[in-house]
């Protein structure tokens, strides 16, 4: 049986994830910052038959993302899935990311949630990735942080934070090469969430089928990589 733990559970991508990973026969730990108020993951995790385990874990909370760890002890972890994530700039009010326009507090609250919680993720958690099967860190980015392919500016909080990511995931697919843990970063398209608004043209079940998919076939010797959610290479 296939062991995943998704982050930011509890709506949007994670929350899909956890239904379609459980649909499979997954057994899931699924990490939101208030499992009391997720009542759709709540009810997935009730009707699972233990199948799906759900923790209070918010990745910008060192204590809570330790505690987990140390809750989880002993247990193997194939897929590591770094969803949670901020935009730190609402679509209804683009000038807030914008040059001249910036919020700062809200930009640094972007960064320590996109960028410092899933390396701090990945620090409590790589044992638990390294007695595993198939020892992959996924990561959810997006083709906003794409520098190749920029072509507008604004919204800077967001895509510098998931920038940032990318590069982690390069790194930590270096640092954790002898360890036989493998990463990749994902482009789940634009999404109808919340963050991505109705306006998007993928459905969120489309994004996270294709990203499975990826996933399931993501084998060794590959890591590293910047792909869409479908399938095709992205550039970095």
Known sequence: MVTVL????SRGLGLEFVKQYQKSGAKIFACCRNPENANNLMKLANESDGQTTLFQMDVSNPKEVLSTAK???GCNIDYLINNAGILGTDFDQPMRG???SVDYESWEETMLVNVLGP?????AFVNHVSGSKNRLMVFVSTHMASITALSEGGFYPYRSSKAALNLLV????????????RTLSFHPGWVKTDMGTDSAPVEVSDSISGMREVISSYSSPRT????NYD??????
């Open 98 to 100: 914008a040059f001249g």
């Open 224 to 227: 590293g990589e910047f792909i």
């Open 71 to 73: 809750e989880l002890n």
């Open 170 to 181: 390069k790194g930590l697919s270096i640092d954790l090469k002898d360890r036989g843990i």
């Open 6 to 9: 998704i982050t930011g559970a």
């Open 119 to 123: 390396f701090r993720v990945c620090e």
């Open 231 to 236: 399938g095709t290479p992205y550039p970095w």
